[in-house]
């Protein structure tokens, strides 16, 4: 019931760096977007970062500091800057966010972006 649109993903060589953006189309419920999961080919897909409402952060433990989630309330839109990208990190990166019926209703559900693609090259 919510699209997610993301942005950012495509091709860097290593050491580059990326901005990730997901924000969250019109819908009949409300959704807070939370962040990003990754998968790469023939692997489980992991967290990247997650952002709660309060302003914490959760990191893959990957990151290693290369990595900063930030959010837009206004826009209900998060960013993950991504520096240092090493070509381990190439994955299709998803966005995620939490469904409500409403402001204050019933959790719904998670719902996923369809995935954007980063590649790093060596």
């Known amino acids: 019931q919510v699209e997610l649109v993301e942005s950012g993903g495509g091709l860097v060589q290593s050491g580059g760096s990326l901005r990730l953006s997901c924000a969250a189309e019109?819908?009949?419920?409300?959704?807070?977007?939370k962040g990003w999961y990754r998968q790469a080919p023939g692997k489980e897909r992991e967290l990247v970062a997650i952002?709660?409402?309060?302003?914490?952060?959760n990191y893959g433990d990957f990151v290693e500091g290369r990595f900063t989630i930030s959010r837009d309330k206004s826009k209900n839109t998060v960013y993950l800057e991504m520096k240092d990208l090493r070509p381990e990190d190439t994955a299709v990166y998803y966005c995620?966010?939490?469904?409500?019926?409403?402001?204050?209703?019933?959790?719904?559900?998670?719902?996923w972006g369809q995935g954007t693609q980063v590649t790093v090259s060596s």
């Open positions: 952002i709660e409402s309060g302003g914490r952060t």
């Open positions: 995620t966010a939490d469904e409500y019926r409403g402001f204050g209703g019933a959790f719904r559900g998670a719902v």
């Open positions: 019109e819908s009949k419920f409300t959704s807070v977007v």
